[in-house]
């Protein structure tokens, strides 16, 4: 057993008494009393019910503690309590805001001291807690134990009602709440409420303005670090998520997700009224809107209301002029990005929509669908007072002009109006004189191209109109119009 020496080196005023085992020095006799059961392996108190054992006996009580529920240190301004009184003290740091523990390298400053020491690693890099199945490393060790659970595959954590398990204890109380409906974070500028404080975190930033991510190549700004990092691949290039069926890659996972339905068919959106299946949440929506009428974004200039909001913006620059989508090699300029990758097959020569039926390809698919339509004989479009049928939209406009006698294109030269465009410039060309088609024989020219057509029957011997009386054959229509009379003359002569 150790004796109790005096510390004559030190203080002679005071009696000083030294542990023979580790030469601690202590004031009192009681205190090294305290001290010298640290050196003695056998606990002499030990717990009834877990079977836990301690050197000395108010260790003991306060473990018990954990056994039977009790927190004696009541927080007077809250009402918290706790099982020893250091945990009150730390407690207490949150209403006084007291952080004793400062950061000699940045400044911050904390309520305990186990949270300096976990930030200074921020700063030093260290990383003490390692994997011993694939080397990675943490600052915390909550960390490594939760990491681990990814190679064995624990969840401990179970959902009393579902059943569904959760590798950590925060994600099956975050879980819950989608059963209570819970949502305990509230914004106090709106009132919104939140499951998640993170969620309720980034929400504030709409009202404060505030975007602390900021991209280090362009400048721009995010409220959250996901949009960020989504935004840098943008500069990079990475498309980390990568189909496994096609290789097709994407920046975003959720854009993975839905391409991946392309392959599956899968269509989780159902429309409620029809029926109606999609693969998007977004295009449901969009077409839930054909059954309620509702076009919720509409044009501040001429009141036209639209179902989609990149439907106003293209409609907009009717109003504005804007034309943000140039061709690099022309420079022609449109005001939707669709209608200038059309544009560029004019230059590559591309023509992506081929005709099953006889092989002819098209640069944009509406004209491979009125293509088609010359060899199902299919006229949708149907004039309302004759009852005429056409292949084409517009077509059945312009012919609806007859009716109507509209002739919107009108010559700047002389005033004559037509009713079709087409029209319009044929008829210019009386006043320029201006002739493209051209004879490749004879280098005749001609102001309309089925005049040119015409011209070169000349040259051929075609004559593809033929009378069905005498067989007679003709190398324009207009020609056996006039000689069809003579069968009329004759039969009335008759």
């Given at each position: 057993m150790s004796t109790f020496k005096p510390n004559t080196k030190l203080d002679t005023e005071e009696k000083f008494y030294s542990c023979d085992m580790c030469a601690s020095s202590f004031k009192s006799k009681q205190c090294l009393a305290i001290h010298m059961p640290t050196h003695i392996k056998e606990k002499?108190?030990?717990?009834?019910?877990?079977?836990?054992?301690?050197?000395?006996?108010?260790?003991?009580?306060?473990?018990?503690?954990?056994?039977?529920?009790?927190?004696?240190?009541?927080?007077?301004?809250?009402?918290?309590?706790f099982i020893k009184k250091d945990k009150l003290v730390i407690h207490m740091r949150t209403h006084t805001e007291e952080k004793p523990y400062f950061c000699e390298i940045c400044g911050s400053s904390f309520i305990k001291k186990d949270k300096l020491v976990i930030h200074v690693r921020t700063h030093t890099g260290e990383k003490p807690y390692s994997c011993e199945i694939c080397g990675s490393s943490f600052?915390?060790?909550?960390?490594?134990?939760?990491?681990?659970?990814?190679?064995?595959?624990?969840?401990?954590?179970?959902?009393?009602?579902?059943?569904?398990?959760?590798?950590?204890?925060?994600?099956?109380l975050?879980?819950?709440?989608?059963?209570?409906?819970?949502?305990?974070?509230?914004?106090?500028?709106?009132?919104?409420?939140?499951t998640l404080k993170q969620h309720m975190s980034q929400h504030m930033r709409i009202h404060t303005g505030e975007k602390p991510y900021s991209c280090e190549v362009c400048g721009s700004s995010f409220t959250r670090k996901p949009n960020l990092v989504i935004h840098m691949r943008g500069h990079t290039g990475e498309k980390p998520y990568s189909c496994e069926i096609c290789g097709s890659s994407f920046k975003k996972k959720d854009k993975l997700v839905n391409h991946m339905r392309i392959h599956?068919?899968?269509?989780?959106?159902?429309?409620?009224?029809?029926?109606?299946?999609?693969?998007q949440k977004q295009h449901m929506l969009q077409h839930m809107q054909i059954h309620t009428g509702e076009k919720p974004y509409s044009c501040e200039i001429c009141g036209f209301s639209f179902i989609k909001k990149d439907k106003l913006v293209n409609h907009m620059r009717i109003h504005t002029g804007e034309k943000p989508y140039s061709c690099e090699i022309c420079d022609s300029a449109f005001a939707q990005k669709q209608h200038m990758f059309q544009h560029m097959r004019i230059h590559t020569g591309e023509k992506p929509y081929s005709c099953e039926i006889c092989g002819s390809s098209f640069t944009r698919k509406p004209d491979l669908v009125i293509h088609i339509r010359t060899h199902t004989g299919e006229k949708p479009y149907s004039c309302e007072v004759c009852g005429s049928a056409f292949a084409r939209k517009q077509n059945m406009l312009q012919h609806m002009r007859i009716h109507t006698g509209e002739k919107p294109h009108s010559c700047e030269v002389c005033g004559a109006s037509f009713t079709k465009k087409h029209s319009l410039v044929i008829h210019i060309r009386t006043h320029t004189g201006e002739k493209p088609y051209s004879c490749e024989v004879c280098c005749s020219a001609f102001a309309r191209k089925q005049n040119m057509l015409q011209h070169m029957r000349i040259h051929t011997g075609e004559k593809p109109h033929s009378c069905e009386v005498c067989g007679t054959s003709f190398a324009r229509k207009h020609s056996l119009v006039i000689h069809m009379r003579t069968h009329t003359y004759m039969g009335q002569s008759k």
């Open positions: 002499q108190y030990s717990c009834e019910v877990c079977g836990s054992t301690f050197i000395k006996k108010d260790k003991l009580v306060i473990h018990m503690r954990t056994h039977t529920g009790e927190k004696p240190c009541f927080c007077e301004i809250c009402g918290s309590s600052t915390q060790k909550h960390h490594l134990l939760q990491h681990v659970l990814i190679h064995t595959g624990e969840k401990p954590y179970t959902c009393t009602i579902c059943s569904s398990a959760f590798a950590r204890k925060q994600h099956m975050q879980h819950m709440r989608t059963h209570t409906g819970e949502k305990p974070y509230s914004c106090e500028a709106c009132g919104s409420t939140f599956t068919g899968e269509r989780p959106y159902s429309c409620e009224i029809c029926g109606s299946a999609f693969a």
